[in-house]
């Protein structure tokens, strides 16, 4: 079955350092997600991605954040300065058609980020 | 923006007993999705429903969607201990400049005792 495979699956950076999250899509998708589930919280929406651009984002993702699909087929999140309160896991998805079909988004296995 | 309200936020239940947990919306939801998620794992899709009224079943899983479509339930007969984890709700939105951002209820963690 294909998977969305992400990249480191553990980071620890130091407060203000940048980071940079990897993910690959499933290939034949075309709508690319970042989501970010704080230790024992709800999964929050950070951005979406559709044809190589930011089709809607979260108050979440400020300017600190931005991501980018370098290649066709990486997509990328990058925090450039990161804070004690970006630790999480966080989760790239993919899906063929965005909202409007029946077998969901397929989530990656995640990357902790852990900021110290 | 939208908001899924998911009750209880814990369960524990002894291997056999039934499970069930909670979806509310104060607004009609046009989807709702449920994912579930293994500890240290990520959210897993189990099923969307669109209809009001619908009902699916997955094996040992019900998935119903309100006549008003404001709420959805999640029952699990006869649980087991690879039930254990935490089940999401999830409305997918659609339409307009929307691509499918998915809002998250909060999830019922879900412990099963062998």
């Known amino acids: 079955e294909p998977e969305v495979t992400q990249t480191p699956s553990h980071q620890v950076t130091q407060m203000g350092q940048e980071v940079i999250l990897r993910c690959v899509p499933i290939?034949?998708?075309?709508?690319f997600y970042w989501y970010r589930q704080i230790l024992g919280q709800k999964v929050e929406f950070l951005v979406s991605f559709y044809n190589n651009e930011i089709s809607e984002k979260s108050e979440i993702f400020d300017d600190q954040f931005s991501v980018e699909r370098p290649d066709g087929s990486n997509f990328t999140l990058k925090i450039r300065s990161t804070k004690l309160e970006d630790s999480a896991m966080y989760f790239c998805a993919s899906s063929l058609t965005g909202a409007r079909q029946d077998y969901g988004y397929t989530f990656g296995s995640g990357t902790r980020l852990t900021v110290v | 923006g939208q908001q899924v309200m998911q009750i209880p936020q814990y369960q524990h239940v002894q291997e056999g007993e039934d499970f069930t947990t909670y979806c509310n919306s104060s607004?009609?939801?046009?989807?709702i999705q449920w994912y579930k998620q293994r500890p240290g794992g990520h959210p897993v899709f189990l099923i969307q429903l669109v209809k009001s009224g619908e009902v699916k079943k997955q094996k040992r899983l019900t998935f119903q969607f309100g006549e008003a479509k404001k709420n959805s339930s999640l029952h699990i007969t006869a649980t087991q201990t690879t039930d254990v984890g935490t089940y999401f709700c999830a409305q997918a939105n659609a339409g307009g400049t929307s691509y499918g951002k998915l809002t998250f209820g909060q999830g019922t963690i879900l412990t099963v005792h062998p």
């Open positions: 607004t009609t939801l046009s989807n």
């Open positions: 290939s034949n998708h075309l709508y």
